[in-house]
């Protein structure tokens, strides 16, 4: 997985090849670069990225991991669960 992403990231055709799952149309001539983005995203130790978030809790501390897409969407929801959890664990 880590290999592909970075392939597609320095081959404009292969970032094309891919888009083009989702919009057949789109040719290369079509793309112009842009700024750098970030993909922070959890991946397992079998190498497949983790598709949702996983919050853990220990004695000490509670902590928010592998927030992807739709975490913006659901941010209010996941915090209330987070407020919600240290409420009962840290009275």
């Known amino acids: 997985m880590c ?3 970075t392939a ?4 404009k055709t292969l970032f ?3 888009l083009q799952r989702l919009v057949p149309e789109i040719r290369e001539e079509d793309l112009q ?3 750098c983005g970030v993909r922070a995203q959890a991946m397992t130790s079998e190498g497949i990225l983790q598709q949702d978030f ?8 509670l902590h ?9 969407t659901a941010s209010l ?4 669960d987070l407020l919600a959890r240290l409420g009962t664990a840290f009275p």
Do not use: H
């Open 3 to 5: 290999a592909g992403e």
């Open 8 to 11: 597609r990231s320095f081959s």
């Open 16 to 18: 094309c090849r891919s």
């Open 33 to 35: 670069p842009g700024g």
């Open 54 to 61: 996983e919050i853990r809790q220990d004695r000490f501390a």
């Open 64 to 72: 928010l991991f592998n927030a992807p897409s739709p975490a913006a």
């Open 77 to 80: 929801a996941i915090a209330d």
